[in-house]
T-cell receptor
């Protein structure tokens, strides 16, 4: 069964450093998402992406965040200057359509630890 | 705004016990509803979904019925196993401008003991 993959599984970085989290969505999916889960808290929507553009972003997704689809298979989340509060599990998801009945499939997540 | 409220955990049960995890939502219209499960050390997996009122989603012995009268989507299983130990997330799919995002509840941790 096709699945979303994410790398790395765990990233440790120093505050102020840039990190890039990578995702490979399911191959015939066109809509891509990032969510995050701070330890012990809710899973929160960050951003959705379609046709090489951001379609919606949350208030969490400020100027230090960016997303990109650099080629036909990868989808990345960049954090330019990490802060301690960016420490969280980051989940990538994809869906075939944006429709209201469609399912978003999640990757296993990248745990980001900012020291 | 839209929101999802789940019963607080942890829920601790013995094997073969009956499980109910309550989920209620606040939303305009009738969004699709989902249960996702997160096993220890793993990501979010879709467990089941329902896309309209009175629909029943089911998978692996779990069931949930979309009740618009009570704005609820409670998760049930007749006989839990140790392998069901995980965190369960209720979520709704909110559409905005043709695009969607999931809004999650806080999650309910289930621990099943032999």
């Amino acid at each position: 069964e096709p699945e979303v993959t994410q790398t790395p599984s765990h990233q440790v970085t120093q505050m102020g450093q840039e990190v890039i989290l990578r995702c490979v969505p399911i191959s015939n999916h066109l809509y891509f998402y990032w969510y995050r889960q701070i330890l012990g808290q809710k899973v929160e929507f960050l951003v959705s992406f379609y046709n090489n553009e951001i379609s919606e972003k949350s208030e969490i997704f400020d100027d230090q965040f960016s997303v990109e689809r650099p080629d036909g298979s990868n989808f990345t989340l960049k954090i330019r200057s990490t802060k301690l509060e960016d420490s969280a599990m980051y989940f990538c998801a994809s869906s075939r359509t944006p429709g209201g009945t469609d399912t978003q499939y999640f990757g296993p997540g990248t745990r980001l630890t900012v020291l | 705004g839209d929101s999802v409220t789940q019963m607080e955990g942890p829920v601790t049960l013995s094997e073969e016990a009956f499980l109910t995890i309550n989920c209620t939502y606040t939303a305009t219209g009738y969004p699709s509803l989902f249960w996702y499960v997160q096993y220890p050390g793993e990501g979010l997996q879709l467990l089941l979904k329902a896309t309209k009122a009175d629909d029943k989603g089911s998978n692996k012995g779990f069931e949930a019925t979309y009740r618009k009268e009570t704005t609820s989507f409670h998760l049930e299983k007749g006989s839990v196993q140790v392998s069901d130990s995980a965190v369960y997330f209720c979520a709704l799919l909110r559409s905005s401008g043709g695009y969607n995002k999931l809004i999650f509840g806080a999650g309910t941790r289930l621990a099943v003991h032999p």
